[in-house]
């Protein structure tokens, strides 16, 4: 069974830098894409960014020239290297890995981390 596992988070001032990992475990074949998303209170699930395996990369409007999403291809570890943080940020941030096609999720190969806190404030 796959298991993704995420770390990095954690209390950062508006300005600042946090660096997230995605560490996976398991059969990984298969996926043909890597992202994550964020999760704030009482609202609902949001993409951040994803990078495919070709190594196209998609981002949310809202964090475009601030997050930066990358791999090691040797660990097969997904990052998320995240500038100018912003109070908005605040959220618990999850990683996934899916295979889709055209924007349809094969269910068979769509797994979630247990998520990791990023919180933003002075």
Do not use: H
Not at 12 to 21: A, E, F, I, K, T
Not at 24 to 34: E, K
Not at 86 to 97: I, M
């Amino acid at each position: 069974q796959v298991q993704l596992v995420e770390s990095g988070g954690g209390l950062v001032q508006p300005g600042g830098s946090l660096r997230l990992s995605c560490a996976p475990s398991g059969n990984i074949c298969g996926f043909n894409r890597r992202g994550w998303y964020r999760q704030a209170p009482g609202k609902q699930r949001e993409l951040v960014a994803t990078i495919a395996s070709a190594g196209n990369t998609d981002y949310a409007d809202f964090v475009k020239r601030r997050f930066t999403i990358s791999r090691d291809n040797a660990k097969n570890t997904v990052y998320l290297q995240m500038n100018s943080l912003k109070p908005e940020d605040t959220a618990v941030y999850y990683c996934n890995f899916r295979r889709d096609y055209s924007g349809s999720v094969d269910p068979g190969y769509d797994y979630w981390g247990q998520g990791t806190q990023v919180t933003v404030s002075s």
